[in-house]
């Protein structure tokens, strides 16, 4: 691995590719002993991110951390990476809106390399490299709960439908009753009385059924 900065520009893009899939195989460490240059490694994350835009230096940056995390192949391994989001011009001069970068610092850690803005680049590399234990925990943490506030939000909903269902149904059936109640007062034959009761139970049961 260099020691230097590799910028990767919209030409080497291909190759950037192929080093960075080979760097998720758990390639890179720092040297023994080397010493985290904290200002300068995002200095040179920033640079490296920027030259993939039209516009370099209209790159505005945030929320941007150096993380460590486990390598892959060997825990002992500590991948340091520079993190965070991007915003930048695109060729008709307006911003596209912030998303996310990934850069990998060199194996001095003096520097860093191979940053990226590229989504289907960040999206495989974020979570290995950008995310620690407790990042990881939260998100499952935090996934959980949508999925609960999901399932509540679909079990309230039924309730309400069923609610609105039965209401519903409770009025229907206070009509027909009514109804025949009034047919019935002006009854006197009791077969005619008995049909009546017949037709009102059997359209109460119809209008349940619904």
Same mark, same amino acid.
């Given at each position: 691995?260099?020691?230097?900065l590799?910028?990767?520009?919209?030409?080497?893009?291909?190759?950037?590719?192929?080093?960075?899939?080979g !760097?998720l195989? $758990?390639?890179i460490?720092?040297t023994?002993?080397?010493?985290?240059?904290?200002?300068?490694? %995002? /200095? =040179?994350a920033?640079?490296?991110?920027?030259h993939?835009?039209k516009?370099p230096s209209?790159?505005?940056?945030r929320d941007?951390?150096i993380?460590?995390?486990?390598?892959?192949k060997?825990p002992?391994?500590?991948?340091?990476?520079v993190?965070g989001?991007?915003?930048?011009?695109?060729s008709?001069g307006?911003?596209?809106g912030f998303?996310?970068?990934v850069a990998a610092?060199?194996v001095?850690?003096?520097?860093?390399?191979?940053?990226?803005?590229?989504p289907? !680049?960040?999206? $495989?590399?974020?979570?290995?490299?950008c995310?620690t234990e407790?990042?990881k925990?939260?998100a %499952? /943490? =935090?996934?959980n709960?949508?999925?609960?506030?999901?399932e509540k939000?679909?079990?309230?909903?039924?309730?309400k439908?069923?609610?609105e269902?039965d209401?519903?149904r409770?009025i229907?059936?206070?009509?027909?009753?009514?109804?025949?109640a009034?047919?019935?007062?002006?009854l006197?034959?009791?077969?005619?009385?008995?049909?009546?009761?017949?037709q009102?139970a059997?359209?109460?049961?119809?209008?349940?059924?619904?």
């Amino acid at each position: 691995m260099t020691k230097t900065l590799l910028s990767v520009g919209v030409g080497g893009r291909h190759l950037a590719r192929l080093v960075l899939a080979g !760097m998720l195989l $758990g390639v890179i460490a720092p040297t023994l002993g080397a010493t985290l240059n904290t200002n300068r490694v %995002i /200095a =040179a994350a920033k640079e490296s991110v920027a030259h993939d835009f039209k516009d370099p230096s209209s790159a505005q940056f945030r929320d941007v951390r150096i993380v460590i995390t486990n390598g892959e192949k060997n825990p002992k391994e500590k991948i340091h990476a520079v993190c965070g989001e991007v915003n930048a011009k695109n060729s008709f001069g307006a911003y596209t809106g912030f998303k996310r970068f990934v850069a990998a610092a060199t194996v001095d850690l003096q520097s860093a390399a191979l940053g990226t803005a590229d989504p289907a !680049m960040v999206e $495989g590399l974020w979570p290995k490299w950008c995310m620690t234990e407790k990042d990881k925990a939260d998100a %499952i /943490a =935090a996934g959980n709960r949508t999925k609960d506030a999901v399932e509540k939000t679909a079990v309230d909903r039924q309730a309400k439908e069923k609610g609105e269902r039965d209401e519903l149904r409770k009025i229907r059936q206070e009509n027909i009753e009514r109804t025949c109640a009034e047919k019935r007062a002006a009854l006197t034959d009791d077969d005619a009385k008995a049909a009546l009761d017949a037709q009102c139970a059997a359209s109460i049961k119809a209008s349940n059924a619904n």
